[in-house]
């Protein structure tokens, strides 16, 4: 026999979050944590809106050229998910870190060299990524640990970044590419040398990875 046993609180308001958590379309996965393996943490950029997110030190290296770099206004980590059909499979593949400038978004995806190499698996999933991207217009270049750090360029960066103004909550109308653009000061002239040529070397080894097509990175057998 049915009962008319009124429903609780709780109840009501745990099949009213099932059914929006079932609604919603799918989301980036979290980075940050308190547990698990790896180098993650969060990077204090002017060009991001949202919180830059971090899980390696590769990544990490990444953002310090980026929020240096004059071509690049804008910064977002894992921004979004690619969902497509490969072989009659589904397949989903979230980009590294998405960036704007004068040309527009470029995808990055950011790897230690040893995983374009070692695993099988790793270079497939990238080879399908590379390919759907670009059947669908977008831009995704690799950025590789042993080039972000093959020179003092990154610890420069660092020592810029403590000595640069501090900044305040993200705002879309500065240029972030200055010294300080939330207040319009300048650094004295042998500061402001330093900046300018972090930047400029920055800019360049953007450059060459925009010049470079993501197919020579993968082993040959693979394509």
Known sequence: MPTNRKRSCSEIRNDMISEWQIAQPRRVRRIVTRSGRGVRGVFPSRKAAKPAEFESLAEEMALLVLEIATSITHIETQPTVFEFCDSDASRRYTPDIATRSAVGTTYFEV?????????????????????????????????????????????????????????????????????????????????????????????????????????????????
């Open 111 to 223: 790897k230690y060299d040893k995983a374009l190499t070692s695993d099988g698996d790793t270079v497939a999933r990238l080879r399908r990524a590379v390919d759907h991207l670009r059947s669908e217009g977008h831009v995704l270049r690799f950025l590789l640990e042993s080039e972000l750090a093959a020179s003092h360029l990154l610890n420069e960066i660092r020592e810029l970044l403590r000595a640069r103004p501090p900044r305040g909550r993200y705002r879309s109308n500065i240029d972030p590419t200055l010294w300080d653009p939330e207040r319009g000061t300048s650094p004295g002239p042998a500061m402001l040398e330093r900046w300018q040529s972090a930047q400029r070397q920055c800019d360049e080894l953007l450059a060459r990875v925009m010049r470079r097509d993501p197919d020579d990175l993968l082993p040959a057998e693979q394509r």
